[in-house]
């Protein structure tokens, strides 16, 4: 059957709000909003008045993350994380991140005032994509202790740390700790779009995530020697731009060559990078995914191999630096169950499915029981200011919310912990 009108209507405002934010971007042109930026702040003013007249005590934590709490029957019983990250890559659709917290903002109202036998807490992350700093999951990495020292000192383009940003916007990096995770956590759900083509392939409007694809993210450096573009004969050159382009066209050969292996150089940056000058240097990103912990590893691992035989062969040196390098994370099989059940109450067929994107999901699942449901991706596409979602999807979505709630509601798992609490 389809969606009600009521979810209709709560779907089309959540499109609407995902639009609004959209356009809090550091550029005028396209959304692109990184950690802490200023345009952050009205992500966070604009979604606490969406929050406050629900009776939620909203508050941003040290690292930056907006915190809704909707306290329970009982203010101490555990409560359910519901949240996904507010940053965005450079000139991104409105949909990446910012949907999983409005999705959870429109299930608070459509409670209309009911209090639950556990609480809800909405949490919008200060930043999972990584732009900034080079290093993803910031934001989640604070609520499970790992925002640490050595991750404080990292340093953006202009030389500003991950501190200094924090104090910068106000917030204080001593009171980190108090945005660990306490107290009693039923579990985090994330609701985010798949940002790929499966579901729309199968014709369906949401998935059950039962893991999270590893990835490791690298920096190369390809050095040669800069020299004249005019005068330097081609076989006296050491020509690190041309030893990189070599190189990038195996990483896209090795990545075709093992299923399921997604292989991808994102950046290139070649030193003094003009016209009239052999590169001297040059700088990539490799990201390689795979659900497979081991394939991923050994596909670095040969991807490195053949970065320093391009460069012996050329006269070059090439070095490289681990940037990240995540496992691949189950979710919490009780919770995909439960999310199967709530989606098959929409009167929809469920569908598991492993996600190629990372996700906070991954970070937190490290200290409570974690799941995601994903919304159908229109031609697949995100990372694209194109992104978009069906508005019938986003009401499906929200149907399976509030049928998730009510079967955490009765579930013996619960009533253990609240007994306990
Ligand atoms: O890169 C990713 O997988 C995610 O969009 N941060
Ligand atoms: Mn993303
Ligand atoms: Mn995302």
């Not at 809090?24 to 550029?27: A, K, L, T, V, Y």
């Not at 450079?90 to 991140?97: E, M, Q, T």
């Given at each position: 059957m389809p969606p009600s009108e009521e979810s209709r209507v709560r779907a089309k405002t959540v499109i609407d709000r995902c639009r609004k934010l959209a356009g809090?971007?550091?550029?005028p042109d396209s959304t692109s909003r990184t950690f802490?930026?200023?345009p952050m702040r009205d992500c966070h003013q604009e979604i606490g008045e969406w929050l406050e007249p629900l009776g939620v005590e909203v508050r941003i934590d040290a690292a930056g993350n907006l915190r809704g709490f909707y306290p329970?029957?009982?203010?101490?019983a555990p409560r359910l994380l519901v949240g996904s990250h507010l940053d965005t890559v450079?000139?991104?659709?409105?949909?990446?991140?910012a949907l999983g917290v409005v999705l959870g903002v429109a299930l608070l109202e459509s409670l209309e005032g009911v209090r639950l036998p556990f609480g809800i807490e909405i949490i919008g992350f200060?930043?999972?994509?990584?732009?900034?700093?080079?290093?993803?999951?910031i934001g989640s990495r604070a609520l499970v202790g790992r925002l640490d020292e050595d991750l404080l000192r990292h340093e953006d383009a202009?030389?500003?740390s991950v501190r200094a940003a924090i104090e910068g916007f106000g917030?204080?990096?001593?009171?980190?700790?108090?945005a660990r995770l306490k107290g009693d956590v039923l579990g985090y759900v994330e609701f985010h779009i798949?940002?790929?083509p499966v579901l729309e392939e199968l014709g369906l409007a949401l998935g059950a995530v039962e893991a999270v694809a590893g990835q490791s993210k690298l920096e190369f450096a390809f050095l040669g020697r800069a020299n004249h573009a005019g005068t330097t004969p081609m076989h006296l050159r050491r020509d690190s731009l041309a030893g990189a382009a070599e190189w990038i066209s195996v990483v896209e050969r090795e990545g075709k060559s093992v299923p399921g292996l997604v292989a991808t150089v994102g950046t290139v940056e070649p030193k003094p990078?003009?016209?009239n000058v052999i590169a001297g240097e040059t700088r990539l990103t490799l990201d390689v995914r795979h659900r497979v912990d081991d394939v991923r590893t050994r596909a670095v691992d040969a991807l490195v191999r053949l970065a320093q035989e391009i460069a012996t062969r050329r006269g070059l040196t090439v070095t490289e630096r681990t940037l990240l390098s995540q496992p691949s994370v189950p979710m919490d099989r009780g919770m995909v169950e439960q999310i199967e059940e709530a989606i098959r109450r929409t009167g929809l067929k469920p569908h598991r499915m492993v996600s190629g994107a990372g996700h906070d999901a991954m970070i937190l699942a490290e200290k409570v029981p974690s799941a995601m449901i994903f919304l159908r991706t229109p031609g697949g596409?995100?990372?694209?200011?194109?992104e978009t979602v069906r508005m019938e999807d986003v009401a499906r979505a929200l149907e399976a919310g509030s049928h998730l709630l009510s079967l955490l509601a009765r579930s013996p798992a619960l009533e253990r912990r609240v007994k306990r609490a």
């Open positions: 809090f971007s550091e550029r802490l930026s200023p329970g029957s009982d203010r101490a450079p000139d991104a659709g409105a949909f990446d991140g200060s930043e999972e994509e990584g732009v900034r700093f080079g290093t993803p999951f202009h030389g500003t917030l204080k990096p001593a009171e980190i700790p108090a798949e940002q790929g990078g003009v016209a596409l995100s990372h694209n200011p194109e």
